[in-house]
């Protein structure tokens, strides 16, 4: 059992339960110590919300990286799960990473380039377990779909669309009081708007999927809601290495939808397709067959998807489960560091902090090319 | 946070781990205790898996009745959750029913109507909270469905299909050493095959949505695998009290199908329909409107199934959510009766020991109708 | 080039005018005679409308049957195609028939199961076409699927379920001056009421995919609508020759439901699945690989489909054109036979006068099983 | 009855045949005269298989028009149907127009710009019926789709995203001696590859649907397939006048696809969907309220689309007849024309000369962007 401490996802929150639910789901961690607000007497109460402890119950995220670190070894936390907005993330995540504690951390990893390069860097450097919670990838079919393209049989990539469509900012929340708007559409806290909340999320879907770097891009950034200072709406084009080429299109003004993400990869000899409205199935269209669908957990499911999921075929697991996925996988990269091995592979499969890094550059170039009309910039 | 202690659920089981995933998910309740297995050795070496304490680490139920009986009050066990083969449910259940403890129980309740009838006496007069796992009706949109048709919108009731297709126990798994085909496909341990495994499940979602009881039956209930002892494949024509009429199929040799549940009801005014297969979505068609799809957590979605909910909307939640949900609803009245309160309602929204009770008498006068070729029976 | 005659199918009629466009469809056949209402002036206006010449432009069948019988032999219509109300269909078909005509006949094929003998004696003493227009199986993907069936892929044929599933009669639309509605509910002129309009197409289907007899049956008939003189709602438990069981549902109060259509065949080895709603598709489930779609014309259809199928795959067909395959089979068997052939298999796929008296049986036995409370009855 | 001749369309060809069926399918037109091939022999064998007399069998469409011209005018053909390969579009359509005869026109119009404004200025001039054949927007679902954006219950216009996917292009067919992909795949002949054949479809659903009118673009214009001389997918950015933007995929080599047509709109209060792959249903989701669907003559299709249908909801309607509608609307208009009225709204609605000159100027400015590595053009 591992112990971990979170910061924030405090009272009000939505997405550190999600990371606690995650994490609690394989019986692999127990929450142990909290900073859970910037505010320390919402940190205070968020804590005792949950149990902790008094004398790991923090104010501040610096005063639980000093109460930690003075606890004995075997007693301190294993890792940090950071779920701060994003403005936040990289002088947290530096601090403990840099005190040698595994470190989680939401996405995007950092406001700018040059930080998330640091992170990488100081993540090599310590030889910690970095994760960088892409949620997408958790599900079992994207593991699946990445499986049948590597497998070869799509043949070559050629072409890949991906797109995540939501409504929920289509007017302007974040002048109603709206916590999660406020500073999601604010660049100065966020990075970026729908961008990097959402479409970060799909540039890591394609190339998780598909392995292929992005080496070049042309991007129309808009901003639909008035007022708004961040964009809530983009439309990219990709060129991959190897001459794949590539749209990708996030949006938070597509009123009427929920969380639309769809990824198509299309290869010489066939093309796969996954749905987050329908998530436990991948359809695959070969060129010259029978389109297939393989389920999670079915008949024909493979070890790839077989090791991220927990019952049987048929009975749905949702968001929670694929978060779930990479807090085992990097529990399980922890546990085999803590042996004194280095798991590779589906053993310890989540993105990291390498992957982190490169989503914030893309978000750096997205905006770039935005800014410079739509023209073409290289990555 | 309420204590619990589990029944069952040991290494190499199924649905003991997600009753353990379920009950964790809000973060209400702790295992604290466990006789995990009905060899006690394998029951000892699983609660040590799960990290329970030596003490409330038990060999036997029996020892685990007397030991937390033997504990202070304050520091007991709240409820205990059994997850063991049926035929073993009615013993267990009424021993800690009649010490006081609430209940959490597997589906089928028993294996005769009497015992279901005595564990239902029995549970009224303890005054405890006795919860039956119809995991089914935890489905955030099975509760809009019942909202639905309660309101009125679909005029009075006429038809209701539901059909549950399994194809898992195609060929004679039992035979080859499958401990779960073992047990569930044997009479004297599960009662019924098909029919008390999935069949009950889904005379369940139609009594829970249309809030109608069954009159009478006429049932075919057949045995499509050679030697098996139990039925695999039940189709029973209902008729409801005040007229409506109905069509129930469940079976285990629908070869490719995995878990596919769907439940349509129609009125006079108007159908819904619900399929497992996409659980996130409610689907109306008024007779004379457009057809609208309801999304958990969406626009348009109740407090009926909103506080059956815990992520936002178009974030897939599945079947350990859904068990989640039945736990949820048990434990808030078990912690209401602790504060002297009785919660009716959406608040305390689980399936109870009367449900079970109903459930094993379904399952009997399908057996009876089978053996009399098919007559009708009244239930 | 066939030449045709039609017997009913005037001014205000819908089944008439997809006849003629599905007979038209492939250019094999000139509509040049009509007797298109039983009232001799409406008869007249409708044929001018269609453009009819004067001297075949009849007032009654039986003037046209005169008349064309008066015409020169290489002059004479080739077949008549039937649209009529079901209380006229025997008299009118048996006459065409007897004088050598082939005939293209609308379902239920008549009222009486002896009425249905009869006529299927006389096509076959005759040696006529005669083609019964049950549309549904001129689906290209239920001919596929009975191909797979067929092909053994699916192992034994354990249980059929067909389903049929109408909402447009869920009110007394026959006493609102509806006319399609007053003659169909109408036992005395339809010969039953939804168990004869939808539930006859289902119970081809059945037949067709399977190649299976019905043995037995056991039916719950319902009438919901008050006052309504047939039924308008049936549910059929199922036994065929070899074992297999089935289920049978048609209703036309499914309110909400426009034509849901479906079929599920499962054997030992797996299943396939039809929906009408989405009727290019073909989904086989087999029991230890992954499930698989066929397209229309796509790239692993067969010959059973392509055969009836005339643009490529992805560009939908509808229910025109499969009414159009029967007529397309139906004349193909006669130009064969006009060529002194008799075309068997594929060439000429058309459900024939046996179909049709089967179909009737299966109505009458339906009825008896309902009169006598669901007792079971041979077929 | 109208009367027309064909050009193009003889043996072995595929859209002439629909074109033919399109035409037939409401008994408004006979095919009276035709120039089947530009290869006389052929012309006139496949004149032969039609049934075509011989003095209208013409070996070149100028021997039918001055054939045609010839003739009294009450028996001239009203309008010629023109399915040649795209490069010969422009001298044919013109000298029909010119000779006041109404023209039914493939698209793309003609391969360039000057040519189809040309073909418009000389429609208007003549006063001529002048129908493009952009079959989807015949589609009874896109008309519904159209009245619902100009209905305001969307707001205004901010996303259009329009896909069409294919697959049958991946490999080098037209060097395997495919006559359809030889033509298709070369610019001289066909003007653009995917962009043309395909890409003007879903820009006129764009157009069609929404009202607005694309003011600039910037296009990723790829060839796959080696050797391949013309495009074979294309990306576009689009600028839309008022604001909105859009991105358009157009491609035939995404493998597995066969005719994958998607229309997505979203506006200020919700949005709107329609996939070619479900052609009878369209979703609206509003902002605010439940995701609604509308059928094809459904009980809440309004008559924009059910002016566009012939049989009862819930019977499928597909390609055929949603090139039939086209026909009907221009057919329609020129039987109007030839009483004097002027038809005007859903009663004529059908793509005319100036959507065809629209859609040739924008293949120009997509090939110009291409050619220009992706800066935005404008158009």
Same mark, same amino acid.
């Given at each position: 059992m591992l112990r971990y401490g979170m910061v924030g996802g405090g009272r009000g929150g939505f997405i550190g339960a999600v990371h606690r639910q995650a994490a609690a789901l394989d019986g692999m961690a127990t929450l142990v110590a909290g900073a859970l607000s910037s505010d320390p007497e919402r940190a205070v109460e968020s804590g005792r919300d949950l149990g902790l402890p008094d004398d790991r119950n923090y104010e501040s995220w610096r005063a639980?990286?000093?109460?930690?670190?003075?606890?004995?070894?075997?007693?301190?936390?294993?890792f940090v799960s950071i779920v701060t907005p994003n403005d936040t993330h990289f002088e947290i995540a530096?601090?403990?990473?840099?005190?040698?504690?595994?470190?989680?951390?939401?996405?995007?990893?950092?406001?700018t380039s040059a930080e998330g390069d640091e992170l990488a860097r100081l993540g090599d450097e310590r030889g910690i377990v970095f994760c960088v919670t892409y949620t997408y990838v958790g599900y079992p079919m994207?593991?699946?779909?990445?499986?049948?393209?590597?497998?070869?049989?799509?043949?070559?990539?050629?072409?890949?669309?991906?797109?995540?469509?939501?409504?929920?900012?289509?007017?302007?929340?974040?002048?109603?009081?709206?916590?999660?708007a406020g500073w999601r559409t604010d660049p100065a806290r966020a990075g970026a708007g729908a961008l990097g909340d959402i479409g970060t999320h799909v540039e890591m879907l394609a190339g998780w999927i598909t392995g292929l770097e992005i080496e070049s891009l042309c991007a129309e950034v808009?901003?639909?809601?008035?007022?708004?200072?961040?964009?809530?709406?983009?439309?990219?084009?990709?060129?991959?290495?190897?001459?794949?080429?590539?749209?990708?299109n996030a949006s938070q003004v597509c009123a009427g939808e929920e969380c639309a993400v769809t990824v198509r990869?299309?290869? @010489?000899?066939? /093309? #796969?397709?996954? &749905?987050?409205?329908?998530?436990?199935?991948?359809? !695959?269209?070969?060129?010259?067959?029978?389109?297939?669908?393989? @389920?999670?957990? /079915? #008949?024909?499911? &493979?070890?790839?998807?077989?090791?991220?999921?927990? !019952?049987?075929?048929?009975?749905?697991?949702?968001?929670?489960?694929?978060m779930g996925n990479l807090y085992r996988g990097a529990m399980q990269a922890m546990i085999a560091k803590r042996e004194g091995k280095n798991l590779i592979g589906l053993a310890a499969d989540y993105p990291n902090v390498h992957d982190g890094a490169r989503g914030v550059r893309f978000v750096e170039r997205v905006l770039e090319s935005g800014r410079a009309d739509g023209a073409w910039v290289r990555v």
């Open positions: 639980m990286l000093a109460g930690e670190l003075a606890r004995p070894e075997g007693d301190r936390i294993d530096r601090a403990f990473a840099d005190a040698g504690f595994h470190v989680v951390l939401d996405k995007p990893m950092t406001l994207i593991r699946e779909a990445r499986r049948v393209v590597h497998s070869g049989e799509l043949g070559e990539v050629r072409k890949v669309y991906v797109d995540f469509r939501q409504g929920w900012l289509s007017t302007a929340l974040e002048n109603e009081g709206n916590k999660q808009s901003t639909f809601v008035e007022g708004r200072a961040g964009d809530d709406d983009v439309s990219v084009l990709l060129r991959f290495g190897g001459g794949a080429r590539g749209v990708l990869v299309f290869g @010489t000899e066939g /093309g #796969v397709f996954w &749905s987050h409205e329908d998530p436990q199935r991948l359809t !695959i269209m070969p060129r010259t067959g029978a389109t297939r669908i393989i @389920t999670r957990a /079915g #008949v024909v499911a &493979s070890d790839d998807s077989n090791l991220a999921t927990r !019952i049987p075929s048929g009975h749905p697991e949702g968001f929670i489960e694929a």
